[in-house]
């Protein structure tokens, strides 16, 4: 066999075997057996009878369910399994296809379901049946088709769930939430779902269905977001951050970035072409490339003033534009930059957060080579929004990469601090634990540093978490992201299902993540609470899927990650501030490439601003 669906693995490709229903009733042994019988006219015409053989079938098989989209099909079985045999169910197709024996559309069929119960006791029906999309890949409102097959009798069962297909942008990419429409939307609830992952269909019906945002919380970690809810608005906007206060998360992060003129304020990166539309503003001239910072050409926000910068409208990350997947277009240039006042002034007059996280980068270079010093920016910012004085029980955390900038950080403060390790790692020294633990109070660190998972599978499970636990400090993990593409394969396409495997299985203290509602919804998940945890609630063990794949479409064993040891912690002190020359304008009119390079970077700004308009 193979897979029928090729942007699936194909390393499962001629492992295994077709079943017979005998096979699977033996070997599976599942509780209950849905037998869909897809065209019964075709096989009549070959001589071949599948209601002869289902009668057959029957007294050997334990039969629960039968659907078929052919009328002729249920004439032909009337009465022949006998009062307790198997549920009829009779599936519709697309509305404009002509149904064999009627010769009318499913669609007219559609509207007299009382002749439908005349041979069936249910109805099986694409989700557009029930939410229907409008052309942009939005929900529409719903239809009475739940309703209306309920008062005449029938139950109603929907088809095409599957986690690695293009679902309604309302969903966020997030599986668990478009089972929850069908079946926990307080108007109606259908009977059934047919999908190409029950693990997620099950999780969802039986752990998260009818559980307001209110319910009591039955696993404890922090729900951090990254650049507010990310996902849903552009990153490090007013939009976003209120969104993710809405979600759920416990603690919303402002990555500071520094204005020409002094001003901190919120930005996913300090590079402006990666977070605005600056490329189609009249400040696209100022375009450069800082090797410090990357070898790419960009847009600084020390290019800008805080004015010029308020001005720009921001844009919408999408990292998987490879995949053709894109995030709410709707809103994808929506919301305003905000200060880092604004930001901590938000955070405080909320009743639900527990605390900010501020993330310091590029500290050195902005002392050293504009004159810029974002850790006095940081400080004076919190003591004037009444930070520093514990007028508020907002938590604050710093984090950076940079053990310097932390230590600079704690010898002028109290704050907690957070350092993070970009790197992906297999182990951490005794060495490195012990100087991470003279500066921060926690450590974050990357997915791939807990599973490792080249080739999209899970290959094991490092011990850093543990070794970093043993020695008092949290782990915070990113970056948690909805889209099936950003997760291994072991996870079945269910960002719920990494989320479990990291809390339950790894034991972590935190995820960032551009979707903090999935995080924060998981936290209330009715399946934690009980005394045997169900199987699609349990965590998988890290290769159990590698286990089964092919063997010769293994791929060959890659290097190792390095081990994190203490001459990666190690950074001399921070330079002082060196006071900027009135001729070293951070325009970058001043220093703005010229001829050849000049059109270069022309031409790479006008490639990624067609990407940003897609």
Known sequence: MIRGILSRSEKFDGKYEILTIQDVTTQIKPESFWLNVQHDAFYAQHNLS???????????VSIDYISSPEVNFFRKIAGRFGSKGPSLVFQFLRKEDLEPTTKQTYGSILSNLTYVKTFASGILVPKSYILPLDDKHYLLSPTSLVQDAHRVGLQVHVSGFANDVDIAYNYNFDPVSEYLYFVANGDFSVDG??????????????????????????????????????????????????????????????????????????????????????????????????????????????????????????????????YNMFRNPNER?????????????????????????????????????????????????????????????????????????????????????????????????????????????TVVIRKTSVFPYPDSFV???????????????????????????????????????????YITGAGINGTITEFPFTAARYKRNLCLGRKETPSYMSFLKPRSLLSLVNPKSLPPAEAPNPVFTADDVTEPPLPPVTAKSPTSSTNAQAHRPSGQTRLTLSLRLSVFASLLLL
């Open 193 to 322: 779902v047919l999908s190409d992952f029950p693990i997620t269909a099950s999780a969802s019906i039986d752990c998260f269905s009818h559980v307001s945002r209110h319910a009591t919380k039955q696993v404890d970690f922090l729900v951090i977001s990254k650049n507010g809810a990310s996902g849903d608005y552009p990153g490090c906007t007013d939009l976003a951050y209120e969104k993710a206060i809405e979600d759920g998360a416990d603690v919303i992060d402002c990555s500071v970035q520094m204005s020409s003129d002094g001003k901190p304020f919120c930005s996913s990166s300090i590079d402006l072409t990666q977070s605005t539309m600056v490329i189609k503003s009249p400040f696209r001239n100022r375009s450069t490339i800082i090797p410090e910072i990357s070898l790419d050409p960009g847009i600084y926000t020390f290019s800008l003033t805080w004015p010029e910068i308020q001005s720009l409208t921001p844009a919408i990350r999408n990292p998987f534009r490879v």
């Open 459 to 501: 290959t094991g499970q490092t011990n850093v978490v543990e070794r970093l636990h043993k020695s008092k400090l949290p782990v915070y993990v990113e970056l948690f992201q909805n889209e099936f593409v950003s997760q291994p394969y072991d996870f079945f396409s269910d960002a719920t299902v990494e989320i479990n495997s």
């Open 333 to 441: 240039n929506s919301g305003r930059i905000i200060s880092l006042s604004e930001f901590l002034n938000l955070a405080k007059n909320s009743n639900s957060l527990s605390g900010v996280l501020i993330s310091v980068e590029n500290a050195v270079y902005l002392r050293e080579k504009q004159g810029l010093d974002v850790v006095k920016a940081v400080l004076d910012t919190l003591t004037e929004t009444g930070y520093s004085n514990r007028t508020t029980t907002t938590k604050v955390m710093i984090q950076s990469t940079n053990s310097s900038v932390l230590v600079d950080f704690k010898n002028q403060s109290k704050y907690e601090t957070v350092y993070k390790v970009e790197e992906k790692i297999r182990d951490i020294s005794d060495s490195a634990i012990e100087d991470i633990q003279k500066f921060a109070n």
């Open 50 to 60: 599948i209601s002869g053989f289902l009668i057959s079938a029957s007294k050997t």
